[in-house]
């Protein structure tokens, strides 16, 4: 399941669009007031649907605003007379786009398509096991609920998860949190680990694995 945002002018389009991607099992918000929207908020979904024509903001300025801050994919929703326009869209950090009318087929062939391929390195904003990371504002939300972490616990959390599949013991990461000169015990990661643990299991979730003897791993 993908967390999908869709902004259009038209609620009649984003209603289709809503339709046709929930029934492919994805979360999808929809906004027809780009302005009010909140820029921080555009960190939480794994796909961004973007009007082109829109009365406040155009999609190109738009996606020109948000590309700083987002790493996922964005995919412009255009007129048919507008499609030789779409190169200098792609040129201001569009992956792609859809020409209207489209077909539900298309747009959730497309909208797969982008998701199953997005590995883009990741350096604003990421998702795992069902967590979304804000990485500029050291932030994780679980379905679009901020998660309170300490600096330390954002971190850990951080480095496991961008390295997931990887085993590290807890004398690594207490250098790649602290640094060679850190002057707390090594005892702290552990700790920490502990707390991490109990926050996630509020909501279900339980991705760093102990590796006996050695340390811990964040599971994809």
Not at 105 to 126: D, M, P, T
Not at 153 to 173: D, M, P, W
Not at 202 to 216: D, R, S
Request: proline residues 2%; negative net charge.
């Amino acid at each position: 399941m993908a967390h999908i945002l869709a902004i259009d002018d038209e609620e009649g389009i984003l209603s289709i669009i809503k339709s046709a991607l929930e029934k492919e099992g994805h979360n999808v918000v929809t906004v027809t007031d780009a302005i009010s929207f909140p820029k921080e908020d555009y960190v939480k979904y794994d796909l961004i649907l973007l009007d082109v024509m829109m009365p406040e903001i155009d999609g190109f300025s738009l996606c020109k605003e948000i590309r700083a801050l987002v790493d996922c994919p964005i995919i412009f929703l255009t007129a048919k007379t507008m499609e030789q326009d779409i190169v200098m869209g792609l040129s201001l950090g569009g992956d792609d786009y859809i020409v209207k009318p489209f077909g539900i087929s298309e747009l959730r062939a497309r909208v797969a398509a982008h998701l199953r391929r997005e590995h883009r390195e990741k350096q604003n904003a990421f998702s795992i096991s069902d967590l979304k990371f804000n990485m500029t504002a050291k932030e994780v939300y679980y379905n679009n609920e901020l998660i309170y972490f300490t600096k330390s616990e954002y971190s850990i959390c951080e480095y496991l998860a961008t390295n997931h599949g990887q085993v590290f013991s807890k004398e690594r990461i207490y250098e790649n949190i602290y640094g060679f000169d850190g002057n707390s015990d090594i005892a702290t990661i552990v700790e920490h680990i502990k707390n991490i643990r109990s926050k996630l299991k509020t909501i279900g979730l339980n991705p760093i694995e102990t590796v006996w003897g050695i340390g811990y791993k964040w599971k994809a």
